[in-house]
C-alpha cells in the first residue's frame, strides 16, 4: 500500500449531495483507477486514467465522474450521492509497463 | 461483468494444511494475477503469470494456468494463521491502460 492514500477513510453523507474522494499517489505512476467493492460483486472498475486529463470509462462509470490534473491526484465525484453508491471504494495506480496494480487502503462511503 | 470466477467461495483449513483456489475466465488474457485482502484493508498483489507461462512459483505460493482451459489455480503450502484473507484472481487483456478485471475473491479461514 506504500505510496498510495485515499482521503477521507469513511464519509456518512446524505442523498442528493456531491461527494468527491480523492487518490494520492507518490510513485509517480502513468496510471490510476477507481474501483467499488460491494459483497458478491468483488472489485468493479469505474473510471481509468492513462494520463494526466486522459480518463476513461469502466464498467459501473454511471453516476462517478473522475478528474486528473496532476499526476499524482486522481478524483472521483459523486454528483448527486444515492444509496446505491454506499460502497468501499479503492484507487490503485500502476506503472508501465508492469501490470501489478498498488491499492490504495479504501474508502468506506455511506450514503443515507 | 466479472472475467474471472474463483472456486471455492469460501474455503476453512488447519494450519499446515495446503489451500488451493480456482480461478476461471472468458476471454484470452495477457496475464493473471492473485491479490489478496485482509479484512479492512486494501489488496496486495502476489503475484502475477504470463499466457505463455504454466507455472510460477513465490515463496509458499504455486500458481499454475491453463490457457486452454481458461483456468488458473492458487496454492499456498503449509498454511498459517496469517494467510487468513480474501484471494482474488485478476486478468489483464494487454491493452495499453486497461484495468485489471477482478473475480469474486475466494476467502480463506486458517484457524491454529
Known amino acids: 500500500d506504500a505510496g498510495i492514500t485515499q482521503s477521507p477513510r469513511h464519509k456518512v453523507t446524505e442523498t442528493g449531495t456531491p461527494v468527491t474522494l480523492r487518490c494520492h499517489q507518490t510513485e509517480n505512476h502513468r496510471y490510476m483507477y477507481w474501483y467499488r467493492q460491494d459483497p458478491g460483486h468483488g472489485l468493479r472498475l469505474i473510471h481509468y486514467s492513462y494520463g494526466v486529463k486522459d480518463t476513461d470509462k469502466g464498467e459501473v462509470s454511471d453516476g462517478y465522474s473522475v478528474s486528473r490534473s496532476k499526476t499524482e491526484d486522481f478524483l472521483l465525484t459523486l454528483e448527486s450521492a444515492t444509496s446505491s453508491q454506499t460502497s468501499v471504494y479503492f484507487c490503485?495506480?500502476?506503472?508501465?509497463?508492469?501490470?501489478?496494480?498498488?491499492f490504495g487502503p479504501g474508502t468506506r462511503l455511506t450514503v443515507l | 461483468s466479472q472475467q474471472g470466477e474463483e472456486d471455492p467461495q469460501a474455503l476453512s483449513i488447519q494450519e499446515g494444511e495446503n489451500a488451493t483456489m480456482n480461478c476461471s475466465y472468458k476471454?484470452?488474457?495477457?496475464?493473471l494475477q492473485w491479490y489478496r485482502q485482509n479484512s479492512g484493508r486494501g489488496l496486495v498483489h502476489l503475484i502475477l503469470i504470463r499466457s505463455n507461462e504454466r507455472e510460477k512459483h513465490s515463496g509458499r505460493l504455486r500458481v499454475t494456468l491453463d490457457t486452454s482451459k481458461k483456468s488458473s489455480s492458487l496454492l499456498i503450502t503449509a498454511s498459517r494463521a496469517a494467510d487468513t484473507a480474501s484471494y482474488f484472481c485478476?486478468?489483464?487483456?494487454?491493452?495499453?491502460?486497461?484495468?485489471?478485471?477482478f473475480g469474486k475473491g475466494t476467502t480463506l479461514s486458517v484457524s491454529s
Open positions: 476471454t484470452s488474457i495477457n496475464n
Open positions: 485478476a486478468t489483464a487483456r494487454g491493452q495499453a491502460g486497461t484495468a485489471l478485471i
Open positions: 490503485a495506480s500502476r506503472g508501465a509497463p508492469t501490470d501489478t496494480q498498488y
